[in-house]
C-alpha cells in the first residue's frame, strides 16, 4: 500500500496562475483534507470532506476549492495563485469522518512558491 | 473560536537530559492527539488520549491529559538526537458535530550531543 500520496512534491508559480495539489490515498479512509503549514503557524486546516460527494470548510478555505467525487483522491485548487499561499501543504485522511478522531495519516507534502 | 496554545515554541536540551511540552486550549477537548515531525518531514501520530486524567507511555515518552479535558503534556526522559523535530499537539473540540483538529503551532526541540 502507497498510504497517502501527493504530487507534486515541489511547485513555483506565478501570481494569477491556477493549478491543482492532489492527494489520493488506498487505504479507504472516509476522512481527507487539507492543511497549509507556515513558519511559527503550525498546521492550519483548510478544507476537509467526511466521504465522497461531501466537502467542507476549514480554519483557512479562501482562495481555494476541492471536491470529493471519489473515495480515493481530494484535489486542491487555486483559482489564482497569490504570494500569500506560499506554504507547505500537505494532505491527511483518517479511517472515519466522526466526531471521536482516529488516527490521521498525513502526506509527504507539497512545497508550493508563489512569485 | 477554539484555540491550541503550545509552549514553549523553541527549546534546546543536551543530549540526556529531560524535555516537556505543554498544550492548553481554550474549550474543553473531545480527545488530543500528538505529533512528530522530522525536519523536511510530515507530522506522524504518536497518540491519543481521550478520558481525563489519562496518562500513557511510549518507552521514553509520557503523554498526560489533564483533568479538566483542556490541557495536555509531553515529556521525554533523557533526550536523544533521534528526538530531534517538531512536536504539535491537536484537540478535538468536545462541541456537537465537529471534526476539525486544531493544531497548536508545535515546540521544536534541539538536542545538542
Known amino acids: 500500500n502507497a498510504g497517502v500520496t501527493q504530487t507534486p512534491k515541489f511547485q513555483v508559480l506565478k501570481t494569477g496562475q491556477s493549478m491543482t495539489l492532489q492527494c489520493a490515498q488506498d487505504?479507504?479512509?472516509?476522512?481527507m483534507s487539507w492543511y497549509r503549514q507556515d513558519p511559527g503557524m503550525g498546521l492550519r486546516l483548510i478544507h476537509y470532506?467526511?466521504?465522497?460527494?461531501?466537502?467542507d470548510q476549514g480554519e483557512v478555505p479562501n482562495g481555494y476549492n476541492v471536491s470529493r467525487s471519489t473515495t480515493e483522491d481530494f484535489p486542491l485548487r487555486l483559482l489564482s495563485a497569490a504570494p500569500s499561499q506560499t506554504s507547505v501543504y500537505f494532505c491527511a485522511t483518517k479511517k472515519q469522518g466522526v466526531k471521536w478522531t482516529d488516527t490521521q495519516y498525513f502526506g509527504p507534502g507539497t512545497r508550493l512558491t508563489v512569485l | 473560536g477554539q484555540q491550541v496554545m503550545q509552549i514553549p515554541q523553541y527549546q534546546h536540551v543536551q543530549e540526556g537530559e529531560d524535555f516537556t511540552t505543554y498544550c492548553n486550549s481554550s474549550?474543553?477537548?473531545?480527545?488530543i492527539q500528538w505529533y512528530k515531525q522530522r525536519p523536511g518531514g510530515h507530522p506522524v501520530f504518536l497518540i491519543q488520549?481521550?478520558?481525563?486524567?489519562e496518562v500513557k507511555k511510549q518507552k521514553r515518552l509520557t503523554f498526560q491529559f489533564g483533568e479538566a479535558k483542556k490541557n495536555s503534556s509531553l515529556h521525554i526522559t533523557a533526550t536523544q538526537t533521534t528526538d530531534v523535530g517538531t512536536y504539535f499537539c491537536?484537540?478535538?473540540?468536545?462541541?456537537?458535530?465537529?471534526?476539525?483538529?486544531?493544531f497548536g503551532k508545535g515546540t521544536k526541540l534541539s538536542v545538542i550531543p
Open positions: 487505504m479507504n479512509h472516509e476522512y
Open positions: 488520549l481521550v478520558k481525563s486524567g
Open positions: 474549550t474543553t477537548l473531545s480527545n
Open positions: 491537536a484537540g478535538l473540540d468536545s462541541g456537537a458535530g465537529s471534526y476539525q483538529l486544531t
Open positions: 470532506s467526511v466521504g465522497a460527494g461531501i466537502t
